[in-house]
């Protein structure tokens, strides 16, 4: 305990102080408290409705913990009483399910002994988790048929024998996708404990396999190989029997989500494209099996459907409409409207689960917290969960959606966070986060992360401004396609109109404003700081692009590229692909840039930071620092890399920002010094005790 204490008190850019309400109310939010917020992560509630099973994240701390992603912990709540803790502690529970007389807990996990993820049970009343199954490879997902007697999972098959022995001895050359192992769905018979999983002869490689409510057929998502880019663009959707022969295949194209079994068996719900060039899937459909006809219910004109369940002959749904959601209910085979269960301005709602009962809970956030769990009553959303108690006594800073006017007339839309203290009159830096994609969006709800510390910015006297630029999600698929072969300009130059429209209302002081983001975001980062780098005084990309002609050479989606943004090959726009890219606008590069990036991504490859950096480098007009993660791929997903991430962004800023600004700050974080101090700590305590 002293140690998690102490880690919360030291501070590379001030103490902390006294975590006393009053103290952290002064000091706002700060970059060791976003590095150990927690939320949950999943959550499903049991068919009679009695009980809902969730997972909480458990973040490792970083300079104490060993190194890793985040646990992930189970709890149960009965309907009305407190939550449990089930399986907690240094463990990581997916894929939690109910069996279906609600009296048994299935997940997936790797425990005791395991070298693979396993599919485990657990009594709801008590008990100890027992192993169900495993293989000789993770299992990825598993669904439990009606009668209970039978499990599906997807796994790959194990190495050979021999794979060791020639790892050994030296003969580990890869061919490059097509050294590739397809996914398999394999059944296994729950009363048989003598019964060894069997391969179900699917075609493809499996993406998803779901038992019919009412039968022993399964929904299945499939896709030529496990390839990115193929489950990306080629994903099938189809119901099979058990011996792989096809029942039903249904017509779609492009883009593919989730994919749900309607209560009676008689159709499935899907979201969708809607064709092969919409970038994302956003449109609700319903196929049905006996005819195998594919129908849109909701269309995404103006907003985009992000999760889907049944509850007897109606869809249920989560609809996000530029900065906001809501939760619907629609009748499928009766001549009913629809009805707003929680309509939007009550949080934003990220997924669902509806129990046989007809109660609905989901996971939300809003500005003031991240995601918790939340039940649908008559009387609207009621919050079930507090992941963090402690953040209820930090004083957060103002958000609000900002809506402003692009050069060309186009209406773009925002959130808006103010500096914690702030004073109208005066003009504040500003910190603009650009999210990637460019198919997603943010809402007005909870946006503060390792990567977007927002709520540390504000704290400390920054805006930020987070824009969702020309291509974003959440305003319908016309507004989604509007970067299509239209690269930087103008899509990036909504950024810029949205800097311009607060520095004209006199908050923000437009010397010193700087631009972050990852990925996509990455590549409005690298182009500002380039094309556009009069207007940004600090730039920070992450996982970025900078040569739109070498991304698709060595990115793992080229076809999902050319489909759905470029809408062009290289060989049939060099050009244009040229001009749009970062490098070639590198002579007007003045912004000081900070590059970070992991180095074994595989969807931005390291090579288009080091390619930036280089060319920067040498023109020599600008300071540039490139920082790789060992191990961490496209986004980091450790604690230490996460943290290291905050420390030199924020640092980075502050630096050029706030501060004298000329050679870049020193490289060195001093990690050993706060390693040496947490030790003497330790030290001393186990001297006291």
């Known amino acids: 305990m002293k140690k998690i204490l102490f880690f919360m008190g030291l501070s590379l850019f001030g103490t902390v102080g006294s975590m006393s309400g009053q103290a952290a109310e002064n000091k706002g939010l700060t970059l060791k408290d976003i590095a150990k917020i927690e939320s949950v992560g999943s959550a499903k509630v049991s068919p009679d409705g009695q009980w809902v099973a969730y997972t909480k994240s458990n973040k490792r701390k970083p300079y104490i913990d060993n190194d890793g992603t985040a646990w992930s912990e189970l709890y149960v709540k009965p309907i009305g009483g407190e939550a449990k803790p089930f399986i907690t502690g240094k463990v990581n529970i997916g894929s939690v399910r109910w069996s279906k007389d609600s009296k048994t807990i299935y997940y997936i996990a790797m425990r005791n002994d395991d070298t693979f993820a396993g599919v485990y049970s657990i009594p709801v009343d008590g008990g100890e988790s027992q192993k169900v199954v495993g293989t000789n490879n993770n299992i990825l997902s598993y669904s439990l048929n009606s009668a209970g007697d039978k499990l599906v999972f997807i796994a790959k098959e194990g190495a050979p024998e021999h794979k060791e022995k020639l790892v050994q001895k030296g003969f580990q050359a890869k061919v490059y996708e097509e050294d590739i192992q397809n996914v398999k769905a394999w059944l296994y018979n729950l009363n048989d404990d003598e019964a060894k999983p069997e391969s179900i002869n699917i075609e493809g490689s499996v993406i998803s396999a779901k038992f019919s409510p009412v039968s022993d057929q399964l929904l299945v998502q499939v896709s030529p190989t496990p390839l990115i880019d193929d489950i990306y663009m080629k994903k099938t959707l189809q119901v099979i029997d058990l011996d792989g022969d096809v029942v039903a295949k249904f017509k779609t194209e492009g883009k593919q989500g989730k994919a749900v079994w309607s209560t009676d068996g008689e159709n499935i719900a899907f979201i969708g494209a809607n064709d092969y060039n919409d970038p994302t899937a956003g449109a609700l459909y319903i196929a049905n099996v006996d005819d195998e006809t594919v129908s849109k219910r909701v269309a995404n004109d103006d907003s985009h459907v992000m999760d889907v369940e049944w509850h007897d002959d109606d869809l249920i749904y989560i609809e996000h409409k530029g900065l906001e959601s809501r939760v619907v209910k629609a009748a499928v085979k009766r001549r009913i409207a629809a009805m707003p269960l929680v309509d939007y301005g009550n949080g934003i709602q990220r997924s669902l689960s509806v129990a046989d009962n007809g109660s609905v809970y989901v996971l939300a956030d809003t500005a003031k917290h991240p995601r918790e769990l939340f039940a649908i009553t008559g009387a609207g959303m009621q919050r079930l969960t507090n992941s963090n108690p402690w953040l209820d006594d930090v004083a957060l800073a103002k958000q609000e959606a900002f809506e402003y006017e692009a050069r060309d007339g186009l209406t773009i839309q925002g959130v808006l966070v103010y500096p914690l203290n702030y004073k109208k009159g005066k003009r504040y830096p500003m910190i603009a986060f650009i999210h990637g994609g460019p198919e997603a969006h943010r809402s007005n709800g909870w946006n503060t992360r390792y990567a977007d510390p927002i709520q540390a910015v504000a704290a400390k006297g920054y805006f930020a401004f987070i824009p969702n630029y ?160 060992p191990g961490e791929g496209h986004g980091n997903r450790k604690a230490a890399g996460q943290y290291d991430y905050s420390l030199r962004l924020v640092r980075w800023m502050d630096h050029y920002l706030k501060g004298d600004g000329g050679e870049p700050p020193a490289y060195d974080l001093k990690h050993e010094k706060t390693l040496e101090e947490i030790n003497a700590e330790d030290k001393s305590e186990d001297k006291d005790d």
Not at 473 to 482: H, M, N, Q, S
Request: glycine share 8%; net charge negative; no cysteine.
């Open 470 to 629: 020309r291509g974003s999600t959440g305003r319908g698929d016309e507004f989604a396609r509007l970067d299509q072969h239209a690269y930087a300009d103008p899509e990036f130059t909504d950024i810029l109109d949205g800097k311009l429209a607060l520095v004209e209302k006199g908050m923000v002081d437009s010397d010193r404003v700087g631009i972050t983001g990852g990925s996509y975001g990455g590549y409005a980062t690298a182009w500002s700081a380039t094309k556009l780098s009069e207007h940004y005084a600090a730039a920070v990309m992450f996982v970025g692009i900078s040569n739109q002609l070498s991304k698709f050479g060595t990115t793992d989606i080229p076809n999902e590229m050319h489909a759905v943004h470029a809408r062009a090959w290289p060989w049939d726009d060099f050009q244009w692909m040229l001009e749009t890219s970062p490098i070639y606008h590198v002579k007007n590069a003045k912004t000081p840039l900070l590059i970070m990036h992991g180095d074994s991504d595989t969807r931005v490859h390291p090579s288009q930071s080091m390619e930036l950096y280089r060319y920067v480098k040498t023109l020599g007009q600008a300071p540039v620092r490139l920082v790789l993660y």
